[in-house]
């Protein structure tokens, strides 16, 4: 590989403590099945989350680009928005984060499958927005969201919470909560869109 450009490298500091497979892809320039590659070739050392995710350590993955001397890593910057996403069906966690890519590409997207994986992805990457899905194994997007309310550190994180069940959560209820907005599947694409560029929008002024 050719030699990386010494003015351009990552920023260390606004990188997170674990990066997921887009995160990288979109750093080194490639594409998710690229960094899965180098992932299951033991190119880059990385580990699985409960839900079989692929997770590299920002030390590894520092690691990586050091030893190939990648051309294609760029500095990250603090305008990126970090989003995490959580539901426990796999075609709709997928759905979500293609919306999230596509409406914000420059975004750092963690996904999660239960809840218990989400609330210790929110501590390593402290997203600026958490899409949560209400009924997950360990943990529910509710009790999650009481999480976030009563920790300091999660102050700037915007949550949306996504449900089928209308019986069982009301919109008004999670709105005085603290949820920045309530979505009930199936939404549109474009809804959800709208959503989150709207909170991202107003976290900003």
Do not use: Y
């Amino acid at each position: 590989m050719k030699s990386a450009s010494s003015n351009n490298p990552p920023n260390v500091a606004e990188l997170a403590e674990i990066l997921g497979t887009t995160d990288i892809s979109k750093i080194c320039g490639v594409t998710t099945q690229t960094v899965q590659s180098w992932i299951d070739r033991g190119v880059l050392k990385a580990f699985r989350t409960p839900g079989g995710h692929r997770r590299v350590k920002r030390e590894d993955f520092l690691e990586f680009l050091e030893k190939f001397q990648f051309p294609a890593a760029t500095r990250t910057t603090s305008s990126q928005p970090r989003i995490l996403i959580a539901d426990d069906e796999p075609d709709l966690l997928d759905s979500i984060q293609e919306i999230v890519a596509a409406a914000l590409p420059q975004s750092n997207i963690t996904p999660c499958s239960t809840g218990a994986e989400a609330l210790i992805q929110m501590g390593l990457s402290r997203p600026d927005l958490a899409i949560l899905d209400v009924f997950m194994p360990g943990l529910s997007g509710i009790q999650i969201l009481d999480k976030i309310l009563e920790t300091p550190e999660f102050k700037h994180t915007k949550v949306i919470i996504i449900t089928a069940h209308k019986d069982h959560v009301t919109e008004t209820t999670l709105l005085e909560k603290g949820a920045a907005a309530v979505l009930f599947k199936p939404f549109s694409t474009a809804e959800l869109k709208k959503q989150i560029e709207d909170i991202l929008k107003s976290a900003r002024v």
